[in-house]
């Protein structure tokens, strides 16, 4: 086959006009002449005609000017080299322009054609399929250029190019016949970590000075791996530390952007507030060396932490976790009671903060915010209240009349009365083996590597960690009582029932322990945890239940299902009932002891 046939330039004419039967028919047509001819050439022209005759598709077209526009002309050279003239102002002129035997085809019009000055096909407005260009274009391959150097024919395959034209943004068409797909998660992600390797982030780290040898290669001893666990603690507590410092600057500098506007429309009188707020914005810029669309967008993020801020308090903003961000990028429950709940718990936030992070509040030096504790001590040493700050406990009770006033001291585990007991312990059950649980039949070991009993991890046996409850003021005449924080999914321990283990007390609250033969007692008068303060309701979501943890008979308060920011309640049992003085204020509507004052009246 000719060698014309497979020019790019046959190619690229044939796509332009979708005719796919061009190569073809030029293929036959060139039949008749030997691949090796160096007189064979094929030469491309331009007609100008009506559009209407077009679009009648009449095979004879009539022109007001039926004359061709030659543009340019390939042929053979030395067998192999596919050529087109250098420029095409060589069309200008017909000896330097066509090949000789061009010539022949004079008698069509071409002669004329030749003396006109025509640079190319003229970009049609409404196609636009071809676009004039400062640069002329060549084959990669052989250098020769393949059309006049100011006609730019719009690529149609794999081709590299640039432009040096302003892109113009696509205006959205409403009739598009595919949707477009949309970037998923993966692309926004990685499009998200080139973004990040091309900012002007600047990454430091500061490495410890023993670290530990780490040896995959040879196995991991504990040892390594007791210190590549610390390393991991390590620097999560400061990944998750720099990520609250972060976020009260970003809380913070929203507020010092709108003092700055301010300021400076005192500065400039003249300025508007619009004004004003762009100067702030470029300033910001200027520093931050974002572009402003940037600093924009994470300032719609900002400005939900200050709005947190401003309603749950900094404790609120600081210990939020990283799901923050979200919240905050899309608003979520923004307009929907959030800023109403955080109000709600500011305080008792700030006192789970005070007591159980003492140094939360050196973070907020980064912007000279930080101030005195407020709450110190035991957190179950404050009584929250829903209308303001927390109150401590033992002003919850100066309507008692106390020769020594309210005195509870917090412990974690029972303490035995060794007036009473000596050295033994009255929990302890002797038919037992003190290593297998009595519900699972696992293994039980205060080592957490090898305990194998899963009963009650938060307890006994598991990662402790403080629970996540609070005292409160009821506001209905039961006084104090315990406010879940979290969820207790159904069948969790919540605590143990903690105090001093004793016998013989009469006429106040104890928990009745041990055996017949072996009764003990855990009263609560003046030391415990916080389920001393767990209210009675007749429909409780909670109940008291026995555990043995290693031989110890275990009094534990297990969830019956509490759902977070309810009541943590129990059944005190009728025996605890008959014996109190006073109706039960639970509100159930099966309540049992409502009217308990009528059926047994005070003697
Ligand atoms: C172990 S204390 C519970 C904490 C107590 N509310 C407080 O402020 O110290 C038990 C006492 O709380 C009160 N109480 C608990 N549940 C009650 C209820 N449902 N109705 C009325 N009073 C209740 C009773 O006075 C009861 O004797």
Redesign the pocket.
């Known amino acids: 086959m000719h060698p014309i046939v497979h020019h790019p330039v046959v190619t690229k004419l044939s796509d332009l006009f979708d005719n796919a039967d061009f190569a073809s028919q030029l293929a036959s047509t060139l039949a008749s002449f030997s691949p090796h001819d160096e007189g064979v050439c094929l030469r491309i022209d331009a007609v100008v005609c009506a559009s209407n005759s077009l679009k009648s598709n009449i095979p004879n077209i009539t022109t007001k000017n039926d004359k061709s526009l030659p543009l340019g002309w390939l042929t053979v050279k030395n067998n192999r080299n596919l050529t087109t003239p250098s420029h095409v102002t060589s069309l200008k002129s017909p000896a330097s322009g066509y090949p000789a035997n061009s010539q022949s085809t004079s008698k069509d019009g071409c002669d004329n054609v030749r003396h006109k000055t025509v640079s190319g096909l003229r970009p049609s407005k409404s196609a636009a399929i071809a676009v004039t260009t400062e640069e002329s274009d060549s084959d990669p391959d052989t250098g020769n250029r393949l059309r006049p150097s100011n006609v730019r024919i719009e690529p149609s395959v794999r081709q590299f190019h640039s432009d040096t034209r302003f892109p113009q943004r696509k205006k959205p068409t409403k009739d598009t016949a595919t949707p477009a797909l949309q970037p998923s998660s993966i692309d926004k992600f990685i499009a998200g970590i080139w973004r990040q390797v091309h900012s002007p982030v600047t990454l430091s780290v500061s490495f410890p000075d023993r670290r530990p040898e780490f040896s995959l290669g040879t196995g991991v001893s504990e040892t390594v791996f007791r210190a590549v666990n610390g390393l991991c603690k390590k620097y999560c507590d400061q990944s998750r530390s720099s990520r609250a410092l972060e976020i009260i600057v970003q809380a913070y500098w929203v507020e010092c952007y709108e003092a700055r506007i301010a300021s400076i429309r005192l500065e400039r009188p003249h300025y508007t507030n619009a004004e004003a707020r762009m100067a702030a914005l470029k300033e910001a810029c200027s520093t931050l060396t974002w572009h402003e669309k940037e600093l924009r967008n994470r300032m719609a993020v900002w400005r939900g932490y200050k709005e947190i801020k401003d309603s749950g308090g900094w404790a609120s903003l600081i210990f939020a976790g990283s799901g923050i961000y979200r919240i905050c990028k899309y608003r979520i429950g923004f307009d929907n009671g959030l800023m109403p709940r955080l109000r709600h718990i500011a305080s008792s936030l700030e006192v789970a903060a005070d007591t159980l992070h003492p140094g939360w509040r050196d973070l907020l030096r980064i912007v000279s915010q930080n101030g005195p504790c407020r709450y110190s001590g035991h957190p179950h040493e404050w009584v929250t209240v829903d209308t303001g700050p927390a109150l401590p406990l033992g002003t ?1 009770y100066s309507h008692l009349v106390l020769p020594n006033g309210f005195n509870y001291q917090f412990v974690d585990d029972c303490v035995i009365d060794q007036n009473v007991f000596g050295g033994d312990d009255p929990r302890r059950e002797l038919g037992i083996d003190p290593n297998i649980c009595q519900l699972c039949k696992e293994k039980q070991t205060d080592d957490l590597v090898s305990n194998h009993c899963s009963c009650f991890p938060a307890l006994f046996g598991g990662v402790r960690y403080p629970p996540p409850v609070q005292l409160y003021n ?1 506001t209905n ?5 315990v406010i879940a924080r979290c969820e207790f999914d159904r069948g969790t321990a919540i605590a143990e029932f903690v105090g001093l283990v004793t016998r013989g007390i009469d006429g106040v ?1 104890v928990m009745m322990g041990g055996t017949p033969e072996r009764p003990y007692q855990v009263f609560q008068g003046q030391m415990g945890n916080f389920t ?6 007749c429909r409780p979501n909670s109940q008291f239940q026995k555990f043995y943890w290693r031989g110890i008979e275990r009094i534990l308060v297990v969830s019956r299902g509490v759902a977070a920011g309810s009541e943590i309640t129990v059944d ?1 049992s009728d025996s605890y009932w008959r014996k ?1 003085r ?5 509100g159930e509507t099966g309540c049992r002891f409502a009217n308990q004052l009528e059926t047994y009246p005070a003697t």
């Open positions: 919850t009821t005449g039961k006084n104090n009582g609250d001393r303060f767990i209210n009675h309701s005190y109190l006073k109706n039960c204020l639970c």
